[in-house]
Nanobody, 131 residues
Framework: VQLQASGGGLVQAGGSLRLSCVAF????????IGWFRQAPGKEREGVSC????????YYADSVKGRFTISRDNAKNTVYLLMSSLEPEDTAVYYC?????????????????????????WGQGTQVTVSS
C-alpha cells in the first residue's frame, strides 16, 4: 500500500505546476484524498482535499482561488493544479488518504484537513517557487 506524489519542481513566481498522487496496491475509489505541505522550519499544514466522488472539495484560505484539486478514479490518481504560485508556496507537498465515510457537507469545513484522520501518506515532492 503506497501513495506516490510527483510533479514538483522549481518554478518562477506566477507560474504553475501540477502535482499527481498515485496509489499503488490499493484503490482510491473509496478514499478521500488530501494534499498537505511543510515548509522549512514550519509545521505541516493542510492545503486541499477531495471526497470520493470529487463533488466536494476544501481549500485552505492561503491557496483558495489559485489551487484546484481533482481526481481520476479510473487512473487511481488525484491531482493538484497550482497556479499563480508564490514564494510562500515553497514546501514539500504530501498526499494522504483515508476511507471516506463522511457526507459531502463535511468538506465545507477545515475539519476535512485534520491530519489525524489520514491513514496513508506519500513520500512528498518538493515545490520551490523563486521570486
Amino acid at each position: 500500500v503506497q501513495l506516490q506524489a510527483s510533479g514538483g519542481g522549481l518554478v518562477q513566481a506566477g507560474g504553475s505546476l501540477r502535482l499527481s498522487c498515485v496509489a499503488f496496491g490499493f484503490s482510491l475509489e473509496h478514499q478521500a484524498i488530501g494534499w498537505f505541505r511543510q515548509a522549512p522550519g514550519k509545521e505541516r499544514e493542510g492545503v486541499s482535499c477531495i471526497n470520493i466522488n470529487g463533488r466536494s472539495t476544501y481549500y485552505a484560505d492561503s491557496v483558495k482561488g489559485r489551487f484546484t484539486i481533482s481526481r481520476d478514479n479510473a487512473k487511481n490518481t488525484v491531482y493538484l493544479l497550482m497556479s499563480s504560485l508564490e514564494p510562500e508556496d515553497t514546501a514539500v507537498y504530501y498526499c494522504a488518504s483515508y476511507l471516506d465515510v463522511y457526507s459531502e457537507q463535511y468538506y465545507n469545513s477545515a475539519a476535512a484537513l485534520r491530519q489525524s484522520e489520514y491513514q496513508y501518506w506519500g513520500q512528498g515532492t518538493q515545490v520551490t517557487v523563486s521570486s
